[in-house]
């Protein structure tokens, strides 16, 4: 199974788009062998090549749009299809639509409520026809350009997400007191921008660095908890159960195991 990523190159698609993702599944896994991708707080523009993706819910998801993802999503990979993700920054999706956030966080969307069917059509057709990565990357973000709303994100925006994403642990009074501006004035600008408040920003940036951890690093997971901010081991294994969905020893034992993908087998 190959996950190839690429970044965007074109200059006002560097800070809204996280990466271009193409992953194909030959369906070759069983009934009982899902997929799981972690919240991170980004949107994912999803499109679905040959079939439609199954999910835990026993729901068909085809070309669709996850929004400020907060809860794990978990798909089958009994049938083969190919997956293009386009990722984008947590406020990327604001920029691209220039919608209010904080009315479409964790929800699964068409891409046809936001864009023309006859423009996606033809988005589709010429990725199906396409294998070439570069060429795909390349349509991908001319489609994005003639949608992009805003070319400039807002500074104090960008400098609080990109701080609490190298630190988690950053005090958020520390964050006011740079920008010069009220907490009531930075939640406001979260909503509007990423859909949620910045102290569960911080939250799942902390589960994401923890994530990493528990995945390459040797250390007992009690030296991980202290070490990463949580107050006590039940705190950290309570928060890892309810954005990612297992514990952080079941995690552990995972294998293949790559970015913000990660395989499990569903419990029946």
Not at 126 to 136: D, H, V
Not at 231 to 252: K, T, V
Request: contains cysteine; hydrophobic residues 35%.
């Amino acid at each position: 199974m190959i996950h190839s990523r690429y970044m965007p190159s074109h200059p006002l698609l560097k800070n809204i788009v996280r990466y271009f993702a193409f992953q194909p599944f030959d369906g070759t896994g069983n009934s009982n062998h899902w997929m799981t991708l972690f919240p991170n707080c980004t949107t994912n523009l999803c499109i679905v090549l040959d079939s439609c993706l199954v999910t835990n819910e026993s729901s068909k998801i085809n070309n669709s749009i996850s929004t400020s993802c907060i809860s794990p999503v978990t798909f089958s990979r009994c049938h083969s299809f190919e997956l293009i993700v386009i990722q984008l920054e947590p406020y990327g999706f604001h920029s691209l639509v220039g919608l209010p956030m904080k009315h479409y966080k964790n929800s699964f969307l068409k891409l046809d409520d936001f864009f023309t069917l006859s423009e996606l059509d033809k988005l589709y057709n010429q990725l199906y026809e396409t294998k070439n990565s570069s060429l795909r990357v390349k349509l991908l973000e001319d489609f994005l350009l003639t949608h992009l709303q805003q070319e400039q994100v807002d500074g104090r925006v960008l400098f609080a997400t990109r701080q609490i994403h190298r630190n988690p642990n950053t005090q958020l009074d520390e964050i006011i007191k740079y920008l010069n501006i009220s907490a009531r004035r930075l939640r406001d600008l979260f909503s509007t921008h990423l859909g949620i408040s910045p102290k569960h920003y911080s939250r799942l940036s902390r589960f994401n660095h923890v994530a990493a951890r528990v995945t390459n690093n040797k250390s007992s997971l009690t030296e991980i908890a202290l070490a990463t901010g949580y107050f006590d081991q039940a705190h950290f294994i309570r928060e890892f159960r309810e954005f990612g969905g297992l514990s952080p020893n079941q995690f552990r034992k995972l294998s293949d195991k790559n970015a913000e993908f990660y395989n499990f087998e569903k419990q029946e």
